[in-house]
């Protein structure tokens, strides 16, 4: 009996000693953007939907330890905006994509900057964003165009506190 003790006991200790450490915090980027043609194909939202915003919350995780197979999160809530708020009427229509997502230097229009690509699950279409700063990621359409958004809405993603 006390053997099957001592060997779990013993391996936590090795794992623990041989340098391990957490993975970094991962990145969040949030944004409200309309609900063009572009994001509802991307997103899957139905074109006969009554939209006009979608608020985005991008989730990067980056874990050195396992080799650039990084994933994310990408939660969204769309449909039509709450007047004299920052909401969405019957709170709109909540969904979620997982993926794995990578980084590249652009060598196209924008060279020297970097671009991320979510390649999500099931099949969706990839998702990209040009990089503008350490704190900025901007949706790019599929030919690779930054979206240009109206009056209320950008397509200019912010970062945020993990906290948050």
């Known amino acids: 009996m006390q053997k099957s003790i001592w060997l779990p ?4 200790f090795s794992w623990t000693t041989q340098g391990h450490t957490t993975s970094p915090e991962p990145d969040i980027f949030v944004a409200a953007t309309p609900c063009d043609a572009v994001p509802r194909e991307l997103l899957s939202i139905p074109g006969d939907m009554d939209c006009e915003m979608i608020k985005w919350r991008l989730t ?3 874990d050195p330890r396992n080799l650039g197979r990084d994933d994310f999160k990408l ?3 769309y ?3 709450k007047p004299g708020t920052r909401g969405f009427m019957g709170d709109g229509v909540g969904k979620e994509i997982t993926g794995k997502w990578h980084m590249a230097e652009n060598t196209g229009k924008t060279p020297g ?3 991320f690509t979510l390649e999500p699950g099931a ?3 990839p998702v990209t964003f040009l990089q503008l700063n ?3 990621l901007h949706l790019l359409d599929q030919q690779g165009n930054l979206m240009i958004g109206n009056a209320g809405f950008s397509y200019t993603f912010n970062k945020q506190n993990a906290n948050l």
């Open 113 to 115: 900057k970097r671009i």
């Open 134 to 136: 350490d704190k900025l």
């Open 79 to 81: 449909g039509m905006t």
């Open 60 to 62: 990067l995780r980056h």
């Open 9 to 12: 006991l013993l391996l936590l």
């Open 123 to 125: 099949s969706k279409a």
């Open 75 to 77: 939660q969204y809530t």
